[in-house]
Each structure stands twice: as structure tokens, then as C-alpha cells.
């Protein structure tokens, strides 16, 4: 005998009013189930009495609701507990996609007119990130294209090297043009014509304020557009700085303060990429998920 093959096209799911739960004897909850109260909670730093919320979980998400189920939810109800409407579904779906917040990097293999391109892109999912992409292509190109393969880098530290200035009075082994002047904004070493694409592994050591000798080694992953391995290092500090100068600005105290000691590269290798898509781009799909 075959088995039925149930999808998400023969689920009934609604939202139920708890006043009639015999109706749903048999569903499963889509949700999980759960009482909440507030109780007064005393800070003894600052000697005020402020309320904290308290749960506690009546039914996973997957139950059915059989007599038993029904019973202690109709308890907690008649109890006071505030549980006017519950999700049910006539299919038992226990899992659930992961919500992130943060965008992490996806490498799309993308066919348009019989070649294949890598786009580069940031997003919370990989379904986002095909998304995006699909939003990306039609405003960029002409032709039809199909999104033929997705990789997630999630180890791997984007930095946006458009955006990167490079001090040139800070790495005085970057020359400028001889028509350039003081006054004028530094280059962007890392947008000429013959920069590439590099996949980057980093040891960085890092040290506690005056604390120099005690020192911790941390990996970290980087891809970046640099005209050579050297000028990729410098991108790389130059990044890694910026970030730890914001950090220490938020340290409470001064043991929470670290500083970069060395920083050298374990691997470095070409990475084709044909197209980065900007992250301003990608946060605008992250505004209907905060």
C-alpha cells in the first residue's frame, strides 16, 4: 500500500479560539504554548524594585491535542492563565526554519547567456540570499539567467573594499601620483584596474592593554579586492583596527581593552568573484524581519 505524501499544500492551519476546544481534538500545535506572569524583582545596585517576566512552558510545538493535552490547557485557562487563541495544524511539523538576524556570506553560481558568473552577496538565509540575488540581476542585466548553485562562506569576513581608504601617509610604501597633493583625499588602492579577489586565512595576535607578553592567537577568514598579497595585509589591518578601536571604546574597563600585536597570513588564494552585491543592498530585505 503507498503512503500518502502530505506537503505543505494539503496543511489546514488556523488560528483557534480556546472558548471551543473539543473542536480540536486530533490538531497539532503549530506553536508553542506558554504561560507568562511578571513578579517584583529587587536591584540591589540600585535599590529599585523593578518587574521581570517569568514563562513557563504548557505544550511544545508538535503536540496534538488529545484528550489529555486538551485537559491541561483547559486547567491553565480556567486557571486565568491568558491563552485566548492557539495556532493548530492537521500536520505534525515539529521543525522550524532558523530565524538569524546577522547577514553571512553566500557565493552564487549564476548562468546567464551560456556562462557561468560568481556573485557575491550578504544575507540571513540562504533562500534570502537567492532573493536578493534575483533582485539584483534584473536591475543589472538584460538577458535571462538561472541561479545554478549557492554556497554558503559563512567563515569568511567580507570587506567592502569599495568603501576602503587606505591613509597613505600611514603605509608610505603606497605611493601617490605625483600629482596628488595633501590635501586631497587618499587613494583607493584597492579598486585599480588589475586588483583581484583573494580568499585570505589570518593569524591574529592580540594582547590585553600593557599586557603585551601574554598574548592570544585567533583565526580569522578574510575575501577582499587587493591589487597583491602585501596590499591585501594592509587592507586587512587596516580593517581589523578600525574594529578594535570601536570595541575598546565600549570597554568598561581597561582589562577589556586589546590590542593587535601581529597579524600574518597563513593561505592566500585567488577567489573569482564577477560581482560583489552591495550590503546597503541586502539590508533592505532585513528591515521586515527586526
Same mark, same amino acid.
Given at each position: 500500500?503507498?503512503?500518502? @505524501?502530505?506537503?505543505?499544500?494539503?496543511?489546514?492551519?488556523?488560528?483557534?479560539?480556546?472558548? =471551543?476546544?473539543?473542536?480540536?481534538?486530533?490538531?497539532?500545535? #503549530? !506553536?508553542?504554548?506558554?504561560?507568562?506572569?511578571?513578579?517584583?524583582?529587587?536591584?540591589?545596585?540600585?535599590?529599585?524594585?523593578? /518587574?521581570? +517576566?517569568?514563562?513557563?512552558?504548557?505544550? /511544545?510545538?508538535?503536540?496534538? *491535542?488529545?484528550?489529555?493535552?486538551?485537559?491541561?490547557?483547559?486547567?491553565?485557562? $480556567?486557571?486565568?492563565?491568558?491563552?485566548?487563541?492557539?495556532?493548530?495544524?492537521?500536520?505534525?511539523?515539529?521543525?522550524?526554519?532558523?530565524?538569524?538576524?546577522?547577514? *553571512?556570506?553566500?557565493? *552564487?553560481? %549564476?548562468?546567464?547567456?551560456?556562462?557561468?558568473?560568481? @556573485?557575491?552577496? $550578504?544575507?540571513?538565509?540562504?533562500?534570502?540570499?537567492?532573493?536578493?540575488? #534575483?533582485?539584483?540581476?534584473?536591475?543589472?542585466?538584460?538577458?535571462?539567467?538561472?541561479? @545554478?548553485?549557492?554556497?554558503?562562506?559563512?567563515?569568511?569576513?567580507?570587506?567592502?573594499?569599495?568603501? $576602503?581608504?587606505?591613509? &597613505?601617509?600611514?603605509?608610505?610604501?603606497?605611493?601617490? /601620483?605625483? =600629482?596628488?597633493?595633501?590635501?586631497?583625499?587618499?587613494?583607493?588602492?584597492?579598486? !585599480?584596474?588589475?586588483?583581484?579577489?583573494? $580568499?585570505?586565512?589570518?593569524?591574529?595576535?592580540?594582547?590585553?592593554?600593557?599586557?603585551?607578553?601574554?598574548?592570544?592567537?585567533?583565526?580569522?577568514?578574510?575575501?577582499? !579586492?587587493?591589487?597583491?598579497?602585501?596590499?591585501?595585509? @594592509?587592507?586587512?589591518?587596516?580593517?581589523? +583596527?578600525?574594529?578594535?578601536? +570601536?570595541?575598546?571604546?565600549?570597554?568598561? #574597563?581597561?582589562?577589556?581593552?586589546?590590542?593587535? %600585536?601581529?597579524?600574518?597570513?597563513?593561505?592566500? &588564494?585567488?577567489? &573569482?568573484?564577477?560581482?560583489?552585491?552591495?550590503? /546597503?543592498?541586502?539590508?533592505?530585505?532585513?528591515?521586515?524581519?527586526?
Amino acid at each position: 500500500m503507498t503512503k500518502e @505524501v502530505q506537503t505543505r499544500k494539503d496543511e489546514i492551519r488556523f488560528v483557534a479560539d480556546t472558548n =471551543d476546544l473539543k473542536r480540536l481534538n486530533g490538531m497539532y500545535l #503549530t !506553536k508553542r504554548v506558554q504561560r507568562t506572569w511578571k513578579e517584583k524583582y529587587l536591584n540591589d545596585r540600585t535599590g529599585e524594585i523593578m /518587574d521581570i +517576566e517569568r514563562s513557563e512552558m504548557i505544550l /511544545d510545538r508538535g503536540t496534538r *491535542l488529545n484528550p489529555d493535552a486538551l485537559s491541561r490547557l483547559n486547567f491553565h485557562i $480556567q486557571a486565568g492563565d491568558n491563552l485566548t487563541e492557539i495556532e493548530v495544524s492537521n500536520q505534525n511539523r515539529q521543525a522550524e526554519p532558523y530565524n538569524r538576524r546577522g547577514l *553571512l556570506p553566500y557565493l *552564487l553560481k %549564476v548562468n546567464i547567456n551560456s556562462h557561468n558568473i560568481s @556573485v557575491l552577496c $550578504q544575507a540571513t538565509s540562504c533562500q534570502k540570499a537567492i532573493i536578493i540575488a #534575483t533582485d539584483y540581476m534584473e536591475l543589472n542585466f538584460k538577458s535571462t539567467f538561472e541561479i @545554478v548553485g549557492v554556497k554558503s562562506m559563512n567563515n569568511y569576513i567580507i570587506i567592502e573594499h569599495i568603501l $576602503q581608504r587606505i591613509e &597613505t601617509e600611514k603605509y608610505p610604501k603606497f605611493d601617490c /601620483d605625483d =600629482d596628488e597633493t595633501e590635501d586631497k583625499e587618499p587613494k583607493d588602492y584597492a579598486v !585599480k584596474e588589475n586588483a583581484k579577489f583573494y $580568499q585570505i586565512d589570518a593569524d591574529i595576535k592580540t594582547a590585553r592593554k600593557g599586557d603585551i607578553e601574554d598574548t592570544l592567537l585567533n583565526q580569522y577568514s578574510f575575501i577582499l !579586492k587587493a591589487k597583491n598579497v602585501e596590499n591585501a595585509k @594592509v587592507i586587512i589591518r587596516d580593517t581589523l +583596527e578600525k574594529l578594535f578601536e +570601536e570595541r575598546n571604546a565600549e570597554a568598561q #574597563t581597561e582589562s577589556e581593552i586589546y590590542d593587535i %600585536v601581529d597579524i600574518s597570513l597563513s593561505t592566500a &588564494t585567488f577567489c &573569482t568573484i564577477n560581482r560583489i552585491i552591495e550590503r /546597503d543592498f541586502s539590508l533592505a530585505y532585513t528591515e521586515d524581519e527586526q
